[in-house]
C-alpha cells in the first residue's frame, strides 16, 4: 500500500543561529523545540513522538530532550544516518503517524559546531595530538582527513568527466550568497564576488573556503502531525506529499557513486511516491555540504541533465528568478550549516509564502528537499506541497 | 608473486606518517607491503577480487577468501590536493596528493601520488606502485606517474 500523503508539517523553527557563545547543542535544541510547538499552535501535552539528533558523541538525544522538555513519547528514537537523518526524520514521523504509532512528532537536530570549534581550538588541537590517538587504517597514514577531501574526490571526477570548471562550482557560492543577504539570520550576509570565491583560501583543490559550509550553532525542529489535525492549527499546513531515500552503502569510492550520487535513485522514488515531476518542482533545498553537492544533487534530481549542471548553475539557474531556485535561505553554505535541518524549515516557510517578495518564491506550491551524508552515500528526499 | 623490482623512494629525513592499524583482517595487506608486495582479495567460490579486506566475498558472501598479487599497475581515478596540513607530520609535505586509484585488475583504492608535480596530475593517467618504509616494520604503499617505455 503506497502511502497516503495524510502526514503535514504544521510548525517550524530555528533556534538562535550562527556563533552562540558558551551555547550547548541540547539547549539549542530545546529552544527550536518549543518555538516549533509554539509555531504550530500546540501545547507540549500534544507531542507524542520524537525524532531528533545532535552531534555524533551524543548518546540517545531524544531521550535528553525528553528529560530536558518533561516529554515522555509513544515514540521516540535518534537516527544515524548523518546528513540524510533530518529529512529521514520527517519521512519516518509521517510513517508513524499513518501507522498509528504516534500523532504528533518533533523531528530536529542541533549542533553547537562554532562554540565547540572556539574551546577546542579545533585544526590546532588536532594538530597537537599525539598521532596514533587519530589513526583510522585507510585514511590518516596517507594524510587523508575529512569531508572536504572526499567530497573533492567526487568533484575533480565530475571536472574530469564532463568539463566541470572551478567557476561553475563559483557560482554555487555566489547564488546562496546572494539568498542569504536577504536573510537577516544568515551567518555569511556581505555579497560575494566570482573574484572574492576564486580567491578564496585553497582547502583541497578544487575547494576553497568558500567551496565549504560554515561552522554553525543553531538548532532546527519541525512538527508533523496527520492533515485532518492539521486543518485546525494557525498556519497553512504544509503537506509531506512523498518522500524517497536511496543509501549507496558499498561506498563513496564505488562504481560512478561519486559523481552519481544516491539523489538519483532517492529522487526517483520520491517522485513517483509523490506523483510529481522534476518539472513541477518550484523550489529546491538541497544538503549543500560542499559547493560540488549541490551540483551533483541539481543534476541527479533531473533539473537539467548528468554533466550539464556547471552550464546550468552558471545561467543563474539557482537564483530566486531561475530555474529551480535554490537554498533561499543562502544554505549550508552561507546561511549556516545545521545538517539539513534548515533546509525543511525554509522549505515549509516557502511553501507558506511567508517572506517578503524579495526573498519569497513566487507562487510556491512544491519544494524538493535533500538530506545527504553517513559518509557520503546516504541520501533522503522530502517532497512538501504547500496545503 | 609478484617481483619486487619497484624502487623505494623513502627520503632518510622525511617525516613519519601515522602509523596503519591493522585488523587482524588487513594485517596481511599491510604485511605485504613491507615485502613491496601490493596484495588484494580475491574469492575463489566467485573469482572476485577487492580492497579493503573483508572476511567474506562482498559478492557471493562465500568465506573462502585468499589473498593474491596484483601487478601494481593502475590509473587515477580521482584525487585531490592538500594546501594546509592538518597533522604536525604532514606539514613538510605541502602540496601533497590523496588519490584513489583503479588497480588494472579492478579494485579501487585510496593512496597517494608521489613523483609528479600536483599541477601535472590527471585523471585517467597510469600508475605504478611504489613502497615507502615509514616505520620499524610499517611500509606504505603510493603510486607514481608509470612509463610505459621503462
Keep these: ?8 508539517i504544521v510548525g517550524a523553527a530555528h533556534s538562535r543561529l550562527g556563533e552562540v557563545p558558551q551555547s550547548t547543542s541540547l539547549g539549542l535544541m530545546a529552544d527550536a523545540a518549543v518555538a516549533a510547538v509554539a509555531d504550530a499552535g500546540l501545547r507540549p501535552s500534544d507531542i507524542d513522538g520524537i525524532i531528533v539528533r545532535g552531534p555524533d558523541d551524543e548518546y540517545c538525544f531524544q ?19 548523518g546528513g540524510a537523518s533530518q529529512t529521514l ?3 519516518l514521523a509521517a510513517l508513524a503517524i499513518e501507522a498509528g504509532l504516534a500523532t504528533t512528532v518533533l523531528c530536529g537536530y542541533a549542533r553547537n559546531a562554532w562554540t565547540r570549534t572556539r574551546r577546542s581550538g579545533s585544526r590546532q588541537a588536532r594538530m597537537n595530538q599525539s598521532t596514533h590517538s587519530r589513526t583510522r587504517e585507510w585514511r590518516d597514514s596517507f594524510g587523508y582527513f575529512g569531508e572536504p577531501a572526499t567530497h573533492a574526490l567526487g568533484a575533480q571526477r565530475h571536472m574530469a568527466m564532463y568539463g566541470t570548471t572551478k ?9 546562496l550568497r546572494e539568498h542569504a543577504t536577504r536573510n537577516p539570520h544568515a551567518q555569511m550576509r556581505s555579497p560575494l564576488t566570482m573574484a572574492e570565491y576564486l580567491d578564496g583560501r585553497p582547502v583541497v583543490d578544487p575547494f576553497g573556503v568558500y567551496d565549504c559550509s560554515l561552522r554553525t550553532d543553531a538548532a532546527g525542529a519541525v512538527i508533523v502531525t496527520d492533515t485532518a489535525r492539521a486543518r485546525d492549527l494557525p498556519h497553512r499546513p504544509v503537506i509531506v506529499r512523498g518522500f524517497g531515500s536511496h543509501n549507496n552503502l558499498q561506498g563513496w569510492t564505488v562504481d560512478d557513486h561519486m559523481v552519481q550520487t544516491a539523489a ?31 551540483l551533483a544533487q541539481i543534476e541527479d534530481y533531473g533539473f537539467c541533465q548528468k554533466g550539464e549542471g556547471g552550464e546550468f548553475i552558471a545561467g543563474g539557474a539557482l537564483r530566486l528568478d531561475g530555474a529551480i531556485p535554490t537554498n533561499t535561505s543562502g544554505g549550508q553554505l552561507s546561511e549556516g550549516h545545521v545538517e539539513g535541518m534548515l533546509q525543511v524549515v525554509e522549505g515549509v516557510r516557502q511553501l507558506r509564502h511567508e517572506y517578503p517578495a524579495e526573498r519569497q518564491v513566487p507562487d510556491a506550491q512544491l519544494a524538493l528537499v535533500s538530506g545527504h551524508g553517513g559518509n557520503t552515500v546516504c541520501h533522503t528526499t522530502l517532497i512538501l506541497e504547500r496545503g | 608473486m609478484a617481483a619486487p623490482t619497484t624502487p623505494v623512494i623513502t627520503e632518510p629525513a622525511r617525516p613519519r606518517r601515522a602509523l596503519p592499524q591493522p585488523t587482524p583482517e588487513s594485517q596481511p595487506f599491510w604485511d605485504a607491503c613491507v615485502r613491496r608486495e601490493l596484495i588484494v582479495q580475491q574469492c575463489n567460490a ?16 562465500s568465506e573462502d577468501v585468499a589473498w593474491t598479487p596484483v601487478s601494481g599497475h593502475a ?24 588519490a584513489v586509484v583503479e588497480l588494472d585488475e579492478g579494485p579501487r583504492l585510496i593512496t597517494n601520488i608521489v613523483g609528479a608535480d600536483p599541477g601535472d596530475v590527471r585523471v585517467g593517467m597510469s600508475l605504478e606502485v611504489v613502497f615507502d618504509d615509514i616505520a620499524e616494520g610499517v611500509t606504505l604503499h603510493a603510486f607514481r606517474p608509470r612509463n610505459r617505455n621503462r
Excluded at chain 2, 75 to 98: C, G, W
Design chain 1, 264 to 294: 538519483r535513485a532517492s529522487g526517483e522514488r520520491a517522485y513517483r511516491i509523490a506523483d510529481v515531476s522534476p518539472a513541477d518542482i518550484d523550489t529546491a533545498q538541497l544538503y549543500d555540504c560542499f559547493s560540488y553537492m549541490v
Design chain 1, 1 to 8: 500500500m503506497m502511502y497516503r500523503r495524510s502526514a503535514a
Design chain 2, 75 to 98: 590509473s587515477l581515478y580521482s584525487y585531490t590536493v592538500y594546501r594546509r596540513a592538518y597533522a604536525p607530520e604532514l606539514v613538510d609535505q605541502l602540496p601533497y596528493v590523496v
Design chain 2, 46 to 61: 566467485c573469482g572476485r577480487l577487492w580492497l579493503p579486506p573483508s572476511n567474506r566475498c562482498q559478492h557471493c558472501w
Design chain 1, 89 to 91: 526524520a520527517v519521512i
Design chain 1, 167 to 175: 567557476e561553475h562550482l563559483g557560482h554555487v557560492a555566489v547564488s
Design chain 1, 63 to 81: 531521550q535528553q530532550l525528553g528529560e530536558r522538555l518533561g516529554l515522555n513519547a509513544a515514540f521516540a528514537t535518534s537516527l544515524d544516518n
